[in-house]
């Protein structure tokens, strides 16, 4: 029973840390979720009495971390009451919730593995097993996918532009394929967007791994790489071990290291400093530590040669060097934005997976992303659970970092490696964990719809790549020709796992965050290794054939109404998470897929069963929304165009991207309601009617107000009805009170204003916009910039004819 334990979690940590978790916001994770929960009901069932000598009793701080991580996970669903109370992002704080019930699940069950013979040992192997996986798959993705990526996307940009400049011969048929692909990939196939896309996959080539951020991966890679590190210290300082030993751990470091560099995550690369300096620290008494010197001057020269190979390959460039200023200002002015959202509700925060909203009323001038976390794990959590998950982020710190202090087994030497490798491989079920890990990843992207040919490449001519699936089977086949190098040698204590813990909550210090829940799950995960004692110092023997006989089972009562509260939170999962959640997002992707191939009424009638299907999500709500207003805009052009002075140029700087170069024929072909009938004043309301329902689905989000506003502004021609501008105005308000730092919020609202005769409103609207379209130039925010039209049109309504 003991391996099946170690085998459900390894199987579940693995199948954790192989999809983008950056995703959970949006419920991508909740499968995980429930199988966490079930995996609980079986480590629960089996689970045995914590048996304990008097010298192995908590002590210090390290009797605070069961409530740290209680605490965590209460607040999550304290804030995410709060949400639910003020009309929040719902879908959001409630996918956050359950993915940290899951979190503290593994938790629970890491700590319990911990407190066995070897269980520690098994985590922390795994983790970097996966580590190295997950490196070599971010330099296949640095030096074979990515620059195929580039390549394909240059020959479909050839064969779109020489068709659009009219120097081939190409068919407006194979155009239309050429831009239907490239809008499949979510490509943009023309314009700003595009030429910003651009810039993002031509001059970036920092790896993601199974992540969709760069940074995402670095903190992965920097707690193996210490893991590792601590082998190969324990490998070099002892003359017993072989040269075949010692250079494969060696060649496994240097993996990662190299990866490490590839990423370049500037807070990774600290916290992997301050983790090597924990570990060097925690040897400083031992004599083999005089034995280590010239190993560390050898190490020393090998980072410069892992440097200099960086430079050369074009992995470090000066742009890494000067941009790190740069990159601590944004830090500094995210935190100041989180300051602000804490000063608005300092009790219960924003919420889970709403801090993104609560931020941009806060939201510097000077900077640019539409952040999802204050990039400081300290701040997220006061700013998006409040103070109970501040106090819980607390003593999680001090737990964790406070609980080496013990006995001889916190030895960082790593005690006798196991007597033989099929003891230390086959008995531990590392194979059947990472197996079963990939498997369960494959079974449920097929489930989704997946294609297998993603799975099974690095990289494609034709595309393939652009799925973050392409080559994953790297990592699983990587991590299991690694394991018998790294699973033979040494044994991981708690002191690694504690500076393990340390060197990812300094990483945690300046990038997100709490809502990427595969960082999170490794963190406390960490944390259980770093805190679990053994139940009863020797008295278990991994691989012994009476183990199962000589263990006390505890109250089947009590482990059966524990099982039965996992298998009911699993099923609560499933009920309000997982079916919405999925149902939704497949309706979402029929109903691109119908756009795209030209049928709209079908689009329209499948986000109507998305949004039926989840009550409470904002995304089908805003596509609606967003889609209705679009052709409340086209309804506006097409009425322009029956009118003599027509010029579509200036339409689409007032209706959107797509219009440019459309004559009045084109436009009057477009199946809209014709001037003044009830299908236009129909129309409009529907716009409006759906701008609505994305408001009450999210009263702190600025969209759902800004498309109310635009539906009315363009719609009220449409219907003749002056009126309405009123309400235009005060939509244009309020979304600009929401956002008050958005460039073109602040040139809508001028021209909402021009149009309700405000004109002094008006010329301080377009004043703001310019002086914030400045800012962007200046600080170089170039995906903020505005057309040329309309800062040619705020020039106008503010006299600045300069």
């Not at 601590?328 to 995210?334: A, C």
């Not at 086959?426 to 489930?447: D, Q």
């Not at 995906?783 to 106008?796: C, H, S």
């Amino acid at each position: 029973m003991r391996h099946l334990n170690t085998i459900v979690f390894g199987s579940l940590l693995t199948a954790s840390l192989m999809w983008p978790s950056e995703g959970a916001i949006r419920g991508d994770g909740l499968y995980l979720v429930v199988a966490w929960l079930v995996g609980g009901a079986i480590c629960a069932w089996n689970a045995t009495p914590a048996v304990r000598s008097t010298s192995e009793q908590k002590r210090g701080f390290e009797r605070f971390a069961a409530p740290a991580v209680v605490l965590l996970v209460f607040a999550f669903w304290l804030s995410t009451w709060h949400v639910f109370k003020t009309l929040g992002d719902r879908r959001a704080a409630l996918n956050l919730a359950f993915e940290w019930t899951a979190i503290g699940v593994a938790w629970w069950i890491t700590r319990r593995l911990c407190q066995e013979s070897n269980g520690r040992r098994s985590v922390l192997i795994l983790i970097t097993a996966l580590g190295f996986g997950s490196a070599a798959l971010g330099i296949c993705q640095h030096h074979i996918s990515f620059p195929r990526k580039a390549e394909w996307y240059l020959q479909q940009r050839s064969k779109l532009d020489s068709t659009t400049e009219g120097a081939a011969a190409q068919s407006a048929l194979e155009v239309a394929v050429v831009q239907q692909e490239l809008q499949r990939h979510g490509i943009p196939p023309s314009g700003r967007k595009r030429e910003l896309f651009e810039q993002r996959l031509l001059a970036s080539s920092e790896p993601i791994g199974a992540f969709a951020l760069a940074n995402s991966l670095g903190g992965l890679l920097v707690v193996a790489l210490l893991i590792l590190a601590s082998g190969v210290l324990t490998a070099f300082g002892d003359s017993k071990r072989s040269v075949l030993s010692r250079a494969g751990l060696t060649l496994a470091l240097i993996v990662i290291a190299y990866c490490l560099l590839l990423t370049k995550s500037r807070t990774a690369w600290v916290a992997g400093f301050v983790g090597l300096t924990l570990l060097l620290l925690q040897r400083r008494s031992h004599a083999t530590m005089t034995k280590l010197r010239p190993i560390l001057l050898i190490g020393l020269c090998g980072l410069v040669g892992v440097v200099t190979t960086g430079v050369l390959t074009g992995a470090i460039d000066k742009e890494v060097v000067l941009e790190s200023p740069r990159s601590l200002q944004f830090r500094l002015l995210y935190w100041l934005g989180a300051a602000g959202v804490i000063q608005d509700d300092p009790i219960f925060g924003a919420g889970p997976g709403n801090f993104r909203n609560a931020y941009l009323t806060h939201k510097a001038a000077e900077a640019s992303e539409e952040i999802l976390d204050p990039h400081n794990i300290v701040l997220d959590a006061w700013a998006s659970v409040g103070l109970a998950g501040l106090a819980g982020v607390g003593l999680l710190m001090l737990s964790g970092l406070l609980a080496s202090s013990g006995p001889a087994e916190n030895d960082p030497r790593g005690t006798a490696p196991p007597p033989s490798r099929r003891l230390a491989i086959r008995g531990s079920g590392l194979i059947p964990a990472i197996f079963g890990g990939f498997g369960l990843h494959v079974v449920w992207y097929w489930i989704q719809g997946g294609n297998f040919a993603d799975l099974a490449v690095v990289g494609l001519a034709d595309g393939g790549w652009l799925e973050w699936d392409s080559g994953l089977w790297v990592v699983p086949v990587a991590g299991l020709a690694i394991l018998p190098v790294i699973a033979k040698f040494w044994e991981p204590t708690r002191s690694i796992a504690t500076a393990a813990f340390a060197a990812l909550l300094v990483h945690l210090l300046g990038a997100g965050g709490l809502q990427i829940s595969g960082v999170m799950l490794l963190l406390l995960v960490l944390h259980a290794a770093a805190t679990a004692r053994p139940a009863a110092e020797g008295s278990f023997d991994v691989g012994s054939p009476d183990l199962a006989a000589s263990e006390e089972r505890g109250p089947r009562v009590l482990r059966g109404v524990a099982s039965l509260l996992f298998i009911a939170a699993a099923v609560g999962t499933v009920r309000f998470g997982l079916i919405p959640v999925v149902s939704s997002q497949q309706y979402l992707a029929m109903a691109q897929s119908s756009q795209l191939n030209g049928r709209a009424s079908d689009a329209v009638k499948q986000i109507d069963r998305a949004i039926e299907i989840d009550p409470f999500a904002v995304e089908s709500r805003q596509r609606k929304a967003e889609w209705l207003t679009y052709k409340v805009m086209r309804a506006n052009v097409a009425r322009a165009a029956r009118s003599s002075d027509f010029n579509a140029n200036s339409a689409e700087a007032a209706a959107g991207e797509g219009l440019a170069g459309k004559n009045r024929a084109d436009i009057e072909s477009w199946d809209l309601p014709a001037d003044n009938d009830g299908s236009s004043r129909q129309l409009l309301e529907s716009a409006i009617d759906a701008a609505t329902a994305l408001i009450e689905a999210d009263r702190r989000g600025w969209v759902g107000y800004h498309l109310r506003s635009q539906a009315v502004y363009y719609g009220w021609r449409t219907v003749n009805d002056r009126s309405l501008l009123q309400s235009a105005v005060n939509d244009a308000e309020a979304a600009l009170a929401l956002y008050p730092t958005h460039g073109r919020l602040l040139a809508d609202m001028a021209e909402t204003y021009l149009e309700a005769e405000m004109t002094e409103e008006a010329v301080d609207a377009a004043k703001r916009a310019l002086r914030q379209e400045q800012v962007n130039q200046d600080w170089g925010h170039v995906d903020r910039y505005l057309d040329p039209e309309i800062r040619q049109r705020l020039m106008e309504i503010s006299h600045d004819q300069r």
